[in-house]
């Protein structure tokens, strides 16, 4: 997906519209790599509005999302976090991984997901009211999270979730060939590879390879690099954490791939 352009999976662009239009709060779950964060940026364009993105971790807390009073210049100041940013500017706010931060921390955003749409900001002593081109979109992959971490049932109930998933065949190789400067047929070999492993996966228990990691192989290629190398290094070698590929994913790699180097589209 190039960064003016999405390739819808289904009909989310339509349900993320919809949603947006009556100010419903919306969970995007899904692989990763599916394209949920383009998704985000596309929407933002379509609607015309700036996107305010949160990665999320252990350690965010509630202040790193609403702000804090800091010392400036010998006076003490409240300084907006990206969350209170999104709010006041009707901005989409975007938290991805949303399951990697803390419950406590996530709290704050009950009042935003229900009728209130409002902000309480107890520090700074002040109510925000969202206007209605805020909205609040979160993220997580429900497939590859840790049995420690899950999202309260509570909390997943606050939004209408829309489930992405990865592109048919064509479709996904036609972004890989778009986005590398590969041929398309050299595109379609990746995919064809990376969809072998993405079923292997279910018995091995390993991430599957996204569309992102095709992208990163085919600019080798485009680069010169023969298919094969760029799909061990891009591809297989990081789906273990010390990067040997064992000798199934070889064999997946060699019934799919050329050995040879592939000329990128825009030298023929």
Known sequence: ?????????????????????????????GPTGCGKTRLVEHMGRLL??????????????????????LVSGGDVIWNDGPLTRAVRTGAICY????????????????SLTDHRRTLYLDRADETIHAPD???LVCSYNPAYRSSLKDLKPSFRQRFATLAIDYLDADR?????????????????????CAALIRRA?????????????????GRLI?????????????VLAPLSSDGAIDDGLREIAAATLSPTGSTP????
Request: charged share 20%.
């Open 133 to 135: 081109t805020f909205m």
């Open 265 to 268: 589209a825009q030298d023929r």
């Open 222 to 234: 485009a680069a010169g690099v023969p298919e094969i190398e760029a799909a061990h290094v891009c």
């Open 48 to 69: 015309g509005r700036p996107v305010v993105t949160i990665s999320c971790h252990d350690d965010l807390t509630s202040s790193d999302l609403v702000g804090r009073f």
């Open 95 to 110: 938290l991805d991984e949303v399951v990697e931060a803390r419950h406590d921390s996530l709290a704050i955003l009950h």
């Open 1 to 29: 997906m190039s960064t003016d352009c999405y390739i819808a999976s289904g009909d989310d662009i339509t349900v993320f519209e919809r949603a947006f239009q009556q100010q419903v709060p919306v969970m995007l779950t």
């Open 172 to 192: 996904e190789a036609q972004v890989v060939s778009t986005e590398a400067g590969i041929e398309y047929p050299v595109a379609r070999r990746l995919v064809a």
């Open 201 to 217: 996966e279910q018995v091995h228990h390993f991430d599957p390879p996204s569309t992102r990691v095709l992208v990163a192989a």
